[in-house]
């Protein structure tokens, strides 16, 4: 190491990318991993360094702002050529394991001769420091099977062998073993894995099964996006074309593509003997970025199987499109057959509370003012509402559609029902088509048991109308990141399904799975959780012509 080199040096480097502009909003995993000078990416030592420094970021420039922002601009954080070097130094004389910075340099000695005033300013905004060192949730270990490329019971048994090899090593073999080596099937989504947390140690994006597309780390919450699609309303045909409008990286449209694949087969399967019929659909994957547009093609190559290799009379495709959505044309030909779109536009993601790229936006805030809704993340906010409004009423603006999906992994309601009630309001006094072509907000049936629902009076919404939303929150025991869906279908569509007999996709069909169902038993490892509890139901359904016994789960809040 040089004399002029700091032993913070790279993890100053990544944190200064990610404050800068030029990140481009790219994320820690992408600025660390695709821009280090060591093959493989920063040590472990220096990605935590940065990780602890990101969490801080809000703490710390409170200190820094306290008083007017004397201690700012005392120290010149500002002004200096390596803020986020600074910003490093700081976290590790405040909050570090050793309350010290290492090495020397003119940082820190523009640090440490204002040592006795920043840490009188930690003190003083002691109650902020303790909610950072609270820990955060740990949620289960999701892993979606791909039934296109295999089935639960391999991926299982795979899984079983995993666990067993990975945990040789742990001493303890009681039961604290037995539940860590557990696989549960989730309760309200089909094919979805629940884990142990433990299991993120070796069932992560290296994983063979991940890499060959067998098995997709997907969150829970996020699942429901292409759920509520595809099983909203279980008496709507599935034979007919899709639009995921946002795609990259390409979770849910995969995901979708794979329900699509087996409500398409199951129909196969009943159809009477001596008729040739051909199910199909294609969903059109839009993306406008030129470098996730690639990712979204690796992704759908690796997750859904080519033509060549589907021999069966179901056929669903994945059509990647670099393009914008926005500047789509509604009444293109080959959008002709489009009855279903996805729209899972950019957000704030204020939901996905175990995300380290959060605290960057938290740390926006203009710590000089004591109003949290001023400075650059009330902007932002605003600037993303308008974006989601104007691709929600372009959605709604295809005439041959008559479903849509409009999600977030936020938990603004700016992005979230204010953005539904706007875009109702606007599309639905323009439509000048036949009566039923209004678009009106439906509870998806596949969600039905799913307890917490939207937010009323928000948006001009009634309270029946956010009963019709799902709402998920990781910080209040949902065991899942926090998240937004609601689901729109023209009021034609309603009225046609309002006579056939309510259908059992409210729950996950088990298909005979050997596998015991979640029922919160991970809940326990986090204390101050509250705890969930499941009940079990069983009842006969009509399911596209066809009687199936599923089994209901509900899922309760328990009271502390």
Known sequence: MSKNTSPYHEAGRILNELLSSKSGGRGLKSIAFSNSKTRGGPSKATYATVCKSMQHLPAINSVLNHSGGRLRKAIGIDTVHNKGLMYVMLYELLFGKYKSIRGGGRLKRMIVKHERELREGVSEHREMVDGLTRATPQFPRYAR???????????????????????????????????????????????????????????????????????????????????????????????????????????????????????????????????????????????????????????????????????????VVVQPLLSDFLKSDSKDPQFANVRGILLDPSCSGSGIVNSLDRWLEDAETDGNKDDPTTGTKADRIKSLSNFQLVALTHAMSFPSVDRIVYSTCSVNNEENELVVGKALSEVNKTINGSVGDEWILVAPACLDHWPRRGNPEIGGLSKTQAQCLIRCDGLDGDETNGFFVSYFERKRVRSESEDAERTGTSCSIVNDVKLPVYQGQFASIQETAPKTKHRLCQKNVNLMGRTHIVHLWTLQHVPP
């Open 145 to 315: 099977v791909n039934v296109m490329r295999t089935s639960i019971e391999a991926m299982a048994e795979m899984l079983k062998a995993s666990f067993v090899e990975n945990s040789t090593r742990e001493s303890n073999c009681g039961d604290s073993m037995n539940l860590k080596r557990s696989i549960f099937m989730d309760p309200h989504v089909p094919d979805l894995l629940v884990m142990h947390p433990s299991a993120s140690s070796f069932l992560h994006q290296d994983h063979d099964a991940v890499k060959s597309g067998k098995i997709v780390l997907q969150d829970k919450s996020s699942c429901f996006s292409a759920l509520a699609l595809a099983r909203g309303n279980p008496n709507i045909s599935l034979n007919c074309d899709f639009i995921d409008a946002c795609a990259a990286p390409g979770n849910k449209t995969t995901h979708l593509a794979a329900l699509v694949a087996a409500s398409l087969a199951d129909v196969s399967r009943t159809t009477k003997k001596g008729k040739n019929l051909t199910q199909s659909s294609t969903i059109f994957a839009f993306e406008r970025s030129s470098s996730r547009f690639k990712t979204l093609k690796s992704r759908i190559d690796a997750i859904v199987p080519s033509s060549s290799l589907n021999k069966s009379s179901t056929k």
